[in-house]
């Protein structure tokens, strides 16, 4: 293997977790101090979360590597159990004795009540630590609540940390689990590493199996982190991938070049779901320019223009060169979206700083597990770059493209926003949305925020879903005739065509898709490509929108 070439000890990026290759990261460190709390005289109940692979059981063993005094801990890794199972666990654990094949559950409490009540006494203090917690069972989290209730007239007996990923916040939110969320005394999100982690991180595992120089390159480091969104798991798999690529090709050391194969081999065909392609880069660059000059050349008409005659301001000089005109509301049946009309946010949910944003941002893949969840579909068992694909057999499509809030506001679904925390790729789900505020779904549950705050922080890049009922994603003069069937009968119901369907896209519905795109402010062309069928898809049933979304 590789190690040889490169002079290593051992392969340096394995995914079974090494105590001798921990790397604490500020956030590790961070986390671990929230543990560390728990474990004190007054900790109490404690939530851990993070996405799968950002190190949350390697905090958890080093929480027990630290032998703390005058600390028994009782550790569940496999929470998938019944409520008398979950009991029995943390007796076994704790080494309390029981009766033999006991079935009940008020027997094995009394048990383990007495047991905590006799260490409590000697000074000693009980941790339970229940690792996977999202996949605690309401009856289940119905017993740690009750758990918490084992107190004596000034100290909780059982200190509790549930460890998890994101879903256990959302479990937690939920109306009849309020009571236990209400007694979470500290709560951390675990964030993937930034770009300058990724790298510290990647030379610190190549360092302790021996490598006496740098074999990433800087660019090489920074596209992984690009790839593995800052995910330790990810930041193995891809490196370890990287060096064998390396040594197959007798290089010394790891380039941008060798990453990028590395993380298509492991992800598949489209290893970042945001990351931009060089001919759109460029398109945007030259658009930037345009509008630029265009903005430039109506400033100085307004400034100079007399006052009588003067064409309109800056700002509007601008939308009107880079959107068509949308015609009065009037003209259509089905009206598009207006930011007027704002979504519903209760009044209970308080405005929140945009430096929240910071610790409750999450990574792509659970950003679009929620949005998934919210159009009734199964998040697939798949690398995060397969997701799309893999939704299609479930008649899902992903949308992925870049504008600004008219963009939202207009195709009015919800959607993944990519963001720019501190250099960091983060990701939220934008679920409503008014003219001045934003509902957010993010790592601790449903966060409202001012648009104003948010908008330096959004790249402009956005990925929503939608529902694909024809066979083509571009119905033109060469569409088959069972798609053009589709699209005739589609605007028959909308009001903007009639009689028997033609066999090929012809004049008479040219014109009809061109009224339905004009009346929904699109570009007007007379083929239905992507935007179009996701304007006609709007109003199938169960499609989600930023108007109807509540936290």
């Not at 370890?240 to 992800?267: C, F, K, W």
């Amino acid at each position: 293997m590789y190690t040889e070439f490169f002079q290593l000890r051992e392969m340096p990026f394995s995914i079974t977790p090494d105590p001798a290759y921990l790397y604490m990261s500020p956030r590790h460190q961070e986390a671990l101090g929230h543990l560390l709390y728990g474990t004190g005289q007054y900790g109490g109940f404690v939530q851990i979360t993070g996405e799968v692979g950002t190190g949350k059981t390697t905090i958890v063993r080093s929480l027990l590597d630290q032998k703390l005094p005058d600390v028994d801990v009782a550790m569940i890794h496999n929470p998938r159990q019944s409520e008398q199972e979950f009991v029995h666990s943390i007796c076994d654990e704790l080494g309390v004795e029981v009766p033999r094949d006991t079935t009940s559950i008020k027997v094995l409490v009394d048990a383990l009540n007495a047991h905590l009540l006799k260490v409590h006494a000697t000074g000693r203090r009980t941790v339970l630590i229940i690792d996977e917690a999202q996949n605690l069972q309401p009856g289940v989290l119905e017993q740690v609540r009750l758990l918490t209730n084992l107190e004596t007239a000034k100290a909780k007996l059982l200190r509790i940390m549930l460890v998890g990923q994101p879903e256990l916040s959302t479990l937690l939110g939920r109306p009849e689990l309020r009571q236990l969320a209400s007694r979470v005394t500290a709560r951390y999100h675990l964030q993937p590493l930034s770009e300058r982690e990724t790298a510290e991180y990647i030379g610190h595992r190549l360092r302790i199996a021996g490598a006496c120089s740098p074999i990433f390159e800087p660019a090489a480091c920074s596209l992984v982190h690009r790839y593995a969104q800052g995910i330790p798991r990810l930041i193995n798999v891809i490196c370890d991938r990287a060096l064998l690529g390396a040594y197959s090709q007798q290089a010394l050391r790891v380039d941008a070049a060798t990453v990028r194969r590395a993380a298509r081999e492991v992800m598949g065909e489209q290893p970042a779901l945001f990351e931009p392609d060089e001919p759109r880069r460029w398109r945007a660059i030259e658009t930037g320019w345009l509008v630029a000059l265009i903005a430039c050349a109506a400033l100085f008409a307004y400034t100079f223009w007399p006052s009588g005659s003067r064409p309109p301001a800056p700002a509007q000089a601008v939308r009107a060169a880079d959107t068509p005109p949308t015609p009065a509301p009037s003209a259509s049946p089905h009206p598009a979206a207006s930011p007027t009309a704002a979504a519903f946010v209760p009044a209970a949910l308080p405005l929140s700083p945009a430096e929240d944003l910071a610790r409750t941002a999450q990574p792509l893949s659970s950003a679009l597990a929620r949005l998934i969840g919210l159009w009734g579909a199964e998040t697939p068992v798949a690398a995060t770059a397969e997701l799309c694909t893999s939704l299609q057999t479930q008649g899902l499509e992903c949308y992925r493209s870049s504008g600004d809030w008219e963009d939202l506001f207009a195709m009015d679904r919800p959607a993944v926003l990519g963001l720019d925390i501190d250099g960091s790729p983060q990701y939220v789900l934008l679920e409503s949305l008014d003219t001045r505020n934003a509902v957010l779904h993010t790592a601790l549950g449903p966060m409202q925020i001012a648009v104003a705050e948010l908008r330096p922080l959004w790249t402009g890049e956005f990925l929503l879903l939608w529902r694909r009922e024809s066979h083509a994603i571009r119905i033109d003069a060469e569409a088959g005739s069972a798609d053009v069937a589709w699209l005739h009968d589609r605007l028959v119901e909308l009001g903007y065509a009639d009689g028997e369907p033609p066999q090929m896209l012809d004049a008479s519905l040219v014109q009809a898709v061109r009224r339905f795109q004009a009346d929904r402010g699109l570009a007007v062309d007379g083929i239905a490509g992507v935007r179009t069928l996701i304007e006609l898809g709007d109003a199938l049933p169960d499609t989600p929108t930023l108007a109807m979304r509540a936290p």
